[in-house]
């Protein structure tokens, strides 16, 4: 089966700026998730999709980010303007039972300059 | 709230010598763990997992016992190799407390030498 699929790899962006990262998960897969990982430390929770549905968004930073699922299949994480502190990898994840643990996505290292 | 201690890195080891990464845990409820390794250049990937008390994971070599009387979840391996270079992250999942999140250690980096 194909898996997690992110893109773009790399974005290099300027403070102000707007970048819309983009995630499709495992067809079937119900749960997605984004995390990031911000200089080398841990990884951090952001948000929990349930098909279209956030489930859980306790994670995300401000309002700056925005998340959205469309159609409860590929989602994309928009972060408007974007700031240094936003520098970090984002990995998006995708599951269809929570104990089963994830299938990542290679991730998307977001570079602001 | 729940969280996860690993051994700080980098860990540099020569081949077939015995791996042990150690990974504490807090949580308030009864968590499943997990061990998640991102090779260079790639995503993460579930490792092994346990999801509960006595339980052991294994896969690829690798294995982690869930011990709830030292809130513990180490990753050993008994003879590493040159493929095995990598960061290894520990990460738990409490429903009954957390939610559907992830919390994971800061990650521990694996050196092996030929």
Same mark, same amino acid.
């Given at each position: *089966?194909?898996?997690?699929?992110? !893109?773009?790899?790399?974005? @290099?962006? *300027?403070?102000?700026?707007?970048?819309?990262?983009?995630?499709?998960?495992i067809?079937?897969? =119900?749960?997605?998730?984004?995390?990031r990982?911000?200089?080398?430390?841990?990884?951090?929770?952001?948000?929990?999709?349930?098909? $279209?549905?956030?489930? =859980?968004?306790? &994670?995300?930073?401000?309002?700056? #980010?925005?998340?959205?699922?469309?159609? &409860?299949?590929? /989602?994309?994480?928009? @972060?408007?303007?974007? %700031?240094?502190? =936003?520098s970090?990898?984002?990995?998006?994840a /995708? /599951?269809?039972?929570?104990?089963?643990?994830?299938? +990542?996505?290679?991730?998307?290292?977001?570079?602001?300059? | 709230?729940?969280?996860?201690?690993?051994? $700080?890195?980098?860990?540099?080891?020569?081949?077939?010598?015995?791996?042990?990464?150690n990974?504490?845990?807090?949580?308030?409820?009864y968590? /499943?763990?997990?061990?998640?390794?991102?090779?260079?250049? %790639?995503?993460?990937?579930?490792?092994?997992?346990?999801?509960?008390?006595? =339980?052991?994971?294994?896969?690829?070599? !690798?294995?982690?016992?869930?011990?709830?009387?030292?809130?513990? #979840?180490?990753?050993?391996?008994?003879? @590493?190799?040159?493929?095995?270079?990598? @960061?290894?992250?520990?990460?738990?999942?409490?429903?009954?407390?957390?939610? +559907?999140?992830?919390?994971?250690?800061?990650?521990?980096?694996?050196?092996?030498?030929?």
């Amino acid at each position: *089966e194909a898996g997690v699929t992110q !893109f773009p790899s790399h974005s @290099v962006i *300027e403070k102000g700026q707007t970048v819309t990262l983009r995630c499709d998960p495992i067809s079937g897969h =119900d749960n997605l998730y984004w995390y990031r990982r911000v200089m080398g430390k841990e990884i951090k929770f952001l948000l929990h999709f349930v098909k $279209e549905s956030k489930q =859980d968004e306790s &994670g995300m930073p401000n309002n700056r #980010f925005l998340a959205e699922r469309t159609g &409860g299949t590929y /989602s994309t994480l928009k @972060v408007q303007p974007a %700031e240094l502190e =936003d520098s970090g990898v984002y990995f998006c994840a /995708s /599951s269809q039972l929570q104990t089963q643990g994830y299938t +990542f996505g290679s991730g998307t290292r977001l570079t602001v300059v | 709230g729940d969280s996860v201690t690993q051994m $700080e890195g980098p860990v540099t080891l020569s081949e077939e010598a015995f791996l042990t990464i150690n990974c504490t845990y807090t949580a308030t409820g009864y968590p /499943s763990l997990f061990w998640y390794v991102q090779y260079p250049g %790639e995503g993460l990937q579930l490792l092994l997992k346990a999801t509960k008390a006595d =339980d052991k994971g294994s896969n690829k070599g !690798f294995e982690a016992t869930y011990r709830k009387e030292t809130t513990s #979840f180490h990753l050993e391996k008994g003879s @590493v190799q040159v493929s095995d270079s990598a @960061v290894y992250f520990c990460a738990l999942s409490d429903p009954g407390t957390g939610g +559907f999140k992830t919390i994971f250690g800061a990650g521990t980096r694996l050196f092996v030498k030929a």
